[in-house]
T-cell receptor, first 119, second 112 residues
Framework: GAVVSQHPSRVICKSGTSVKIECRSLDFQATTMFWYRQFPKQSLMLMATSNEGSKATYEQGVEKDKFLINHASLTLSTLTVTSAHPEDSSFYIC???????????????FGPGTRLTVL | GQNIDQPTEMTATEGAIVQINCTYQTSGFNGLFWYQQHAGEAPTFLSYNVLDGLEEKGRFSSFLSRSKGYSYLLLKELQMKDSASYLCAVRGIKAAGNKLTFGGGTRVLVKP
């Protein structure tokens, strides 16, 4: 199946710093990637849809100036948490769809996730 | 908007069968997915239904009734490793970006 990677897998930072998380589709091109956040014992909440070559689409209640998304190429999307605070501590997961016309189009493949802890 | 409901927790015995129900009310429908998620890990794909009926894949089966806004995931011959959270997710229409909206997840505990 298609592979999506994330880096880093775990990050601990001080309050007020910025953290960048990378999401890569390793063996397919993804014009669209999705960023989710998951708090302990809760389900995945979609934060934004990352579109290659254009601005990301943010879900209601997600601050676009705080969570900066850049989809610079067909295989890479980045999420930057700016001026992170302890309440931003969470599990951040990205996902991507293989292109239409491929057998795996109907699946959304998830990266392994990044656990962010803000002290 | 999307509203997806599934039970919070279920407990079953090793070797038994468990059925996890999912009901949804959505403004657009373009498929229903089931994912398995172990603690601290990303979700892994289990099944996809877009037409009514049953999809069987080994020990796991998924059913969909679009008219009732209802799906279930059936886990047979339960194994200890099946202890995990199971997430029901509905995909919106293409015009809405093919986004997935997840239910709250059902934590399944398999006991010996």
């Amino acid at each position: 199946g298609a592979v999506v990677s994330q880096h880093p897998s775990r990050v601990i930072c001080k309050s007020g710093t910025s953290v960048k998380i990378e999401c890569r589709s390793l063996d397919f091109q993804a014009t669209t990637m999705f960023w989710y956040r998951q708090f302990p014992k809760q389900s995945l909440m979609l934060m934004a849809t990352s579109n290659e070559g254009s601005k990301a689409t943010y879900e209601q209640g997600v601050e676009k100036d705080k969570f900066l998304i850049n989809h610079a190429s067909l295989t890479l999307s980045t999420l930057t948490v700016t001026s992170a605070h302890p309440e931003d501590s969470s599990f951040y997961i990205c996902s991507a769809n293989p292109p239409r016309g491929t057998t795996a189009y109907n699946e959304q493949f998830f990266g392994p996730g990044t656990r962010l802890t803000v002290l | 908007g999307q509203n997806i409901d599934q039970p919070t927790e279920m407990t079953a015995t090793e070797g038994a069968i468990v059925q996890i129900n999912c009901t949804y009310q959505t403004s657009g429908f373009n498929g229903l997915f089931w994912y398995q998620q172990h603690a601290g890990e990303a979700p892994t794909f289990l099944s996809y239904n877009v037409l009514d009926g049953l999809e069987e894949k080994g020990r796991f089966s998924s059913f969909l009734s679009r008219s009732k806004g209802y799906s279930y995931l059936l886990l047979k011959e339960l194994q200890m490793k099946d202890s995990a959270s199971y997430l029901c997710a509905v995909r919106g229409i293409k015009a809405a970006g093919n986004k997935l909206t997840f239910g709250g997840g059902t934590r399944v505990l398999v006991k010996p």
